[in-house]
Structures are given as structure tokens and as C-alpha cells.
């Protein structure tokens, strides 16, 4: 399994919490990104973490409210959203960067291998 697989979205009420997960395995990623896009916008950074979890970073946009974590035993890098607003409506991605030696840039042609997504939905 190359594709990352994504779990954990869902809808929520403003304010909300939820926690996506996502399996990357079967190559070797220096870096772990969460991206998210909503009808009619470009994909937007919003999280990522090298391997073994030494640096993050996280975008203006949802700092102070989400946290992106992992677990190299399981392979699996988390998002955990707190706070959440209905501007955070947006189908969810998990991409893998196997190629560079860091975790440098939000820019998705950097990304190598993507996840098909998963939907979060947040009501006012």
C-alpha cells in the first residue's frame, strides 16, 4: 500500500473536536503533510511533521486550534482539530514527501504520494 489512507472525518458542530489518522507505509517519508480543500478553493496547506516527529509546522490559519502528531510505529500521523469552525469545511489530505531531506514547503507538487481524502463538515 503506497497511497495514504486517511480516517477520522466527519461533521461536526462549530467548536467541535476531531481527530483524522493517517497510514502512510511502504516507502520511507521524510515528511508528512495534512492538506485540505474546499469546493471552489485551492488546496491548502495546514500541517506537517517530519519523520519522527522533530519539527512541525503548522499554518496561520488553523494555528493555536490544530496539532499534527505521529506514531512511527504505526506508521500513522494524526490531526487532532480543536475549536473547529465552519470555514474548516473541506475534504482533508494526507500526502507523503519520500524525496526531500526535510520538511520544508506547503507546495503540493513537492508531495509524491496522496490520499484519496476525507471529509469534514462543521455547522454553525
Known amino acids: 500500500q503506497v497511497q495514504p489512507v486517511e480516517s477520522g472525518g466527519g461533521s461536526v458542530q462549530a467548536g467541535g473536536s476531531l481527530t483524522l489518522s493517517c497510514v502512510a507505509s511502504g516507502y520511507t517519508s521524510n515528511c508528512l503533510a495534512w492538506f485540505r480543500q474546499a469546493p471552489g478553493k485551492e488546496r491548502e496547506g495546514v500541517a506537517r511533521?517530519?519523520?519522527?516527529?522533530?519539527?512541525?509546522m503548522i499554518a496561520d490559519s488553523v494555528k493555536g486550534r490544530f496539532t499534527i502528531s505521529q506514531d512511527n510505529a504505526k506508521n500513522t500521523v494524526y490531526l487532532q482539530m480543536n475549536s473547529l469552525k465552519p470555514e474548516d469545511t473541506a475534504r482533508y489530505y494526507c500526502?507523503?514527501?519520500?524525496?526531500?531531506?526535510?520538511?520544508?514547503?506547503?507546495?503540493?507538487?513537492?508531495?509524491?504520494?496522496w490520499g484519496q481524502g476525507t471529509q469534514v463538515t462543521v455547522s454553525s
Open positions: 500526502a507523503a514527501d519520500p524525496i526531500s531531506r526535510g520538511c520544508f514547503t506547503f507546495s503540493p507538487g513537492v508531495y509524491t504520494y
Open positions: 511533521i517530519t519523520t519522527g516527529g522533530s519539527t512541525t
